[in-house]
């Protein structure tokens, strides 16, 4: 049997167990209260998460592109769909505020009311994109001229016109570049055309002008040459210097050429400071000469008179004094004239 006290106590026990049934029954029917009320705004509503700086793919702008969007299908696919304008200028940025956003979401049908806005107040969006800068054409460029130029007197080539950046504003990783010489008015520059392609495709294109610098072969004055001296490997000494004209074609030494004036030493000798050897004038008009008919085992002599001047190894006229005839006779070294039969 059970005393007075353990009753009490098992009293006490079944009431208190009692009462927190019931607390939770009260919590269990306010819950779902409160799901029976909210259950249909929940499935009419947007939430909208918006960061402050986003960079997107391509140029087209729309709102599940920019934001994260959450909500009940019938909505999410509309809202995700919404335009917000596009990238019209590679490189250029937009900023998009809120209202903005739920003003493009009412054309659509989708009320304000319905749409929960999260995160920034506005959002900078920018475009993937690749720039390939004006030092990397010319690099390009550089690469090419050294392993395609021609005349291997050339030296040095720098830029002198650069080209602009390129923006690709849809990177592909498969963008590679081909290099092409351009023709050039100007003898002493180089123009190379890069083309770019991006996916096989021609997607645009720079040039890159340089200015060459040549070594070329220099004659230079040893010592002090007076006016008409002849020009000799003992006078004159040959050095290769950088010179931003090629050397002329056929060039050589300028050895057995006289100097036109006076140069000093260390003098680059150019092409007005110096002339051929001019041989001098052996024989004068009316002037008597020996006409000598040299063969093997005989040797024939006559008096003649020079009809014009002469130099050594010309023809010139002479009368046979002796005869009257007028003959055709080369000048020897020794001033004799030779008959040309």
């Not at 956003?101 to 506005?122: D, H, P, Q, W, Y």
Request: charged share 25%.
């Amino acid at each position: 049997m059970c005393s007075g006290t353990d009753m009490a106590e098992h009293k006490y026990i079944c009431t208190k167990v009692l009462v927190c049934v019931l607390i939770l029954y009260a919590f269990f029917c306010r819950a779902m209260a409160e799901n029976s009320t909210d259950g249909p705004d929940a499935e009419s509503s947007l939430q909208i998460y918006l960061p402050r700086e986003v960079t997107i793919e391509g140029d087209i702008l729309k709102l599940g592109r920019i934001g994260i969007v959450r909500g009940p299908e019938k909505l999410l696919a509309a809202a995700n769909e919404v335009s917000l304008g596009r990238i019209s200028v590679p490189g250029q940025e937009i900023v998009i505020e809120r209202n903005v956003i739920l003003s493009r979401l009412a054309n659509e049908g989708i009320s304000s009311s319905k749409v929960t806005l999260l995160g920034a107040e506005k959002i900078t969006i920018k475009q993937r994109r690749k720039i390939i800068s004006d030092d990397e054409f010319v690099t390009l460029a550089e690469k090419f001229i050294k392993d395609n130029i021609s005349d291997k007197s050339v030296s040095q080539w720098n830029p002198i016109l650069k080209p602009k950046d390129m923006i690709i504003p849809e990177p592909d990783k498969n963008i590679r570049f081909s290099s092409e010489f351009v023709r050039s008015g100007v003898r002493n520059q180089a123009k190379v055309k890069i083309v770019v392609y991006s996916a096989e495709k021609q997607i645009g294109d720079r040039d890159v002008t340089f200015r060459l610098q040549y070594n070329v072969r220099t004659a230079i004055a040893s010592v002090d040459i007076p006016e008409g001296a002849i020009i000799t490997r003992d006078n004159v000494r040959i050095e290769t210097k950088p010179s931003s004209n090629p050397e002329p074609d056929g060039w050589t030494p300028p050895y057995g050429q006289t100097a036109k004036r006076a140069l000093s030493e260390n003098t680059v000798i150019q092409p007005y400071m110096i002339g051929s050897v001019e041989s001098q004038t052996v024989v004068k008009r009316n002037q008597n000469v020996v006409i000598r008919i040299e063969k093997p085992g005989f040797m024939i002599t006559a008096v003649g008179k020079a009809m014009q001047d002469g130099k050594v190894g010309e023809y010139i006229k002479v009368r046979n004094i002796d005869s009257q005839r007028i003959i055709i006779a080369k000048i020897n070294q020794d001033t004799t004239v030779a008959p040309v039969f």
